[in-house]
């Protein structure tokens, strides 16, 4: 169906084959759009950084690499993140004794302090998005992203096995190699040998 009207079109794709991925993928970019974006001007900190500033006063000493399960990005984000943060000292990095090559992370009290502000008005902002929900839904809602968050398949993919490749996760056992020939590290030209 033909639509000049934006509203419609989105009620489209949100009813369509698609629905349930293009509904989480709209809450998720709507909310950048406003929270992230908000964050980033006021504290000029990337939501990469803020959450990984928020894993380390979360946790004390946790290692550099547990953000990767945390709030799956590619390595390299990763290190840049935590790079900007130590840079303006607001998380600590030092080896860990068990293994000098890997960083635990510690949060400075200028850390805590920023993160105690990012978090106050996120909880606003996560109650003014979810303020659309009663006790019931909100439960019901945290129920079903936990479920998912928790499940196989959510960081890897059968249909998808080059992308858990780029993510850092393990491809699942037993699933065939389904990446382009440039990913195989084969540039799909014989050597004419």
Known sequence: MQTDDPNAMLAQLLDSDLSELLSISYVVLANNQVTNRHIERVHDMPVQCWSALLATVSFPGLRARDLLHLFPRPQNTVS????????RGLIEQRPC????RAKRLYPTPDGSDVLATIRQTARLRQDEIFGVLDAGERATFLALCRKIAAGPRLVRSQVMPDQARRTGMPLDAGVSDARSPRDRGDSGFSSGK
């Open 80 to 87: 840049r993140a935590l790079a900007l943060l130590e840079a």
């Open 97 to 100: 004794p068990q293994d000098a």
